[in-house]
């Protein structure tokens, strides 16, 4: 029997183990090729089958359009901070929601190619929350709006979609994409790295509404035009097969289980059990996120100190449960519980939370 | 019994049989973590040792010394060929020497951001060969001189470096780093993408002279800074550890087998090999390198007729050895023989090839 822990990491992150059962029992010869799949040429029709599989999965799963094209990247959620704006900032202002480190950053970075605005910060109010829809006013000449719909370190999460009337939507869908149903009709563009639902590290998914391709001029980097790898399929240059076909094979495992409604009945009934054990603590343990912003994907909260957050982490890595301290800028802990952390996880998890505030409260 | 072919794919390529096996048996338990080493924080000391050892063992393979940072990178060495230019173009004029496809291609790149200049080029002998030393002149205000070391596509490899005085070197070493010794010391930046030599498509190592990184100005992507990426160890964002950690099982299996001498050792013996069959072929079969410029890495060469190079394809095909048709843009026969093709498979390359020159000769 293979040993395997609660893993709770925030990203990379668990996989799902029938995905990972599946990658090993073919990792020597995929499909009677003789060959790893990570061994095939990628011009070749046995990893062309697998990478337009993969993209066919995510658009039956997402409901995805022939008005938009489905990309993988590298570089990471953080190289899109600087593409999307190369691509599309154009002499417009970005403009950008701020709720938390990433959608920070992701302006940061964006500034450097052109004019960027904050619409809306959390910062004052230590990003506890996400904004209402009214608090979101879009400036006139912006390019796009560009909000991050989940904020890992922070534990928040956009219930619901923003609307940004004409101009395009740009979302880092990075840590909760697949883990609910998403109208992509309503975005320009959505990108994520893989490492939270969809994958391994090494690969981003790119979804853009293909009317916007015609903005990505002939000066960018080749790897960095949406429109030349929209153009060869991803596959301008060698794509990062292996871990597109990972992606591939959680797509399809997320098809087996029921798409995406079956996958967010999962993930409520997940968070619904942590948040209820944090909120049934007497004052115990108390969540960062305020109530309306409450992510289903990280879950964010700490213990009465900072002594008592740091015995936690012990504690509960002794018991085989990983990756429970918070990020280092907000210190605290945090449990992420994305599409591949099984309910039997968090029991283990909610078991151990109420041991501990037994045994420290 | 696993089935496993005879793999002569271009890249991506052949993976060592036991890099492959040992990642297959910790595929679901990375050494009693109880999480497979793609499901690990980049943050924690599990994925941080993997890290580090890989450095640490292509430093020790390739006597790098502490003049240099060695970096893993996203984008595939053509994402190298913008970001090379990006980083350290400046003012001055990108010299390049073009000995095939993939050397014209860089600098077509980097004349998007800069000066270029084409020094040498081979294109009207049909790339059949590389320069002598003394047909490089670099120009005067060269920022450096790029060029390919091996070329897959045509069956070319600079036997020796070229001396480019007190410019930087630069060489896209995809196809044959780690393939036999390499003096670091003159190059100012070696780049490699990994789906050759290395491991898996969706990395590329980056050993850059460390004086150069302060020619990486503040208006870059942070992704293509290699003054970033050294200072956060290539770490500024979550870098493909899977990729990474089967970089890291290449370099120790290749210390193991006793460093580079005895690789190249291994490494002539099959080019030899191969070379011999076709001189030997009384016509049959002819390369398409000249002397003195033949690859140890890639054998291009065809048979009488286009025909018979289908038919020699179909044909190997089915005996169990894949991979050998010449790219498109070249035609005929191609055997990649990088380190992980095993000379076994050599040998079953050069019996059919006797064979069908019998048959059909």
Redesign the interface.
Known sequence: M????H?F???????P?PV??R??SE???YG?????I?????R?PT?DAVHNRAIADLRSLLGISDDYAVLFM??????Q???LA?NLLGDGVGAYVDTGNWSFLAEK?AA?FGRTATVWTGRDEGYCRVPAADEIAVPAGASYLHYTSNNTIYGTQFPGTPDPGDVPLICDMSSDILSRPTDVNRFGLIYA?A?KNLG????VLVIVRKDLLALSH???????SYKLMAAKNSM????????IY?VGLVAQHLVGLGGLDAVEAINERKAELLYRTIDESGGFYSPNAAPGSRSRMNVSFRSPSAELDARFVAESAAA?L??LKGHRSAGGLRASIYNAVPEESVRALVDFMGDFARRCG
Chains 1, 2 share one sequence.
């Open positions: 293979t040993h395997r822990a893993n990491s925030a990203g990379p992150a668990a996989i183990l990972l059962e990658a090993q990792l020597l010869d009677g090729t003789g060959m790893s990570m061994e095939q040429s990628h070749g990893y590298q570089g990471g959620a953080r190289g901070f600087a593409m190369m970075e450097k790295g490492q391994p590290a090494g690969v002939d000066k960018l980097p080749e790897t960095m301008l240059n060698t794509p990062p097969t292996f871990a990972l085989d990983v990756g």
